[in-house]
């Protein structure tokens, strides 16, 4: 009935209404915390995608932040979020290893230094003077979680941007005319499937907004119904592997891969 089909089970076996679900996923800490080990993503796709005994070690005892996520979600919340790029605190220190650092990570959980501020900045300023990357934002809701079910799993996503009919991601690269390369490599495909999924946005009305952190080039790339495809196959055939190794517990120490060179 439509009540049932308005509620999303999770991982856990717990049931959300999927309205009550999406308000609950405006919060970083229920998003990132809760939903990490209770939905799939993009990202437990790729991981999965890659390497089940990953995915297993990341659920269990989470990763440590890269530098390029930092950057990342500095370069996103510059543009999307600068009140919460205002409010991070700010070290000025040389190195992440001196004595003012360590400390202050202790007392506030969550610190940057002033150079990576003043990246950010540089990244954010240089895309903002950029007509055709501000049209991207036009119109547009950012930071937009959504939940659903995707070959009966729950899946959890949130849009950079979001307008009608519109998913725009954001992206910094080091090579921004390798970045077509870069996407595939990287998973982004199953990024623009997972998406358009649980957005209900056709791939041709999804892009991406590309900064290059050295060159400060910016570049806006369109999705073709082959990157599209090929984000649907991985996304489906790593489903399958979550159901054979922690849904029927398949014996993950026997994993294998096989093939021929």
Known sequence: NRFKMSEITLLNGERFKKDTLIDLLREDEFYYGYMAKAALSSSSIKMLATSPKRYKFVTDYGSPESQPLRDGW???????????????????????NTKKYKEALAEHGKVFTQKEKRDAERLAD????????????????????????????????KADVLGKNKIVDLKT?????????????????????????????????????????????????????????????????????????????????????????
């Open 74 to 96: 500095l370069f996103h919340t510059a543009i999307l979020e600068p009140d919460v790029f205002n409010d991070q605190i700010f070290v000025d220190v040389q190195s992440k």
């Open 173 to 261: 690269t080091t090579d921004i005319k390798g970045f077509p390369y870069s996407a595939r490599k990287y998973g982004y495909d199953i990024q623009v499937y997972i998406y358009c999924e649980l957005f209900n946005v056709p791939y041709t009305e999804f892009k991406f907004g590309v900064m290059d952190k050295g060159t400060l080039d910016i570049a806006i790339y369109d999705v073709s119904e082959d990157f599209y495809n090929e984000g649907k196959r991985k996304t489906h055939e790593a489903i399958e592997v979550f159901e054979t190794f922690f849904v029927h517990g398949a014996d993950l120490d026997n994993y294998c891969l096989t093939g021929i060179l």
């Open 126 to 157: 240089a895309f903002l003077r950029n007509e055709q990357a501000l049209r991207l934002l036009d119109n547009s809701e950012f930071e937009v979680p959504a939940c659903g079910m995707i070959g009966g799993y729950p899946f959890r996503g």
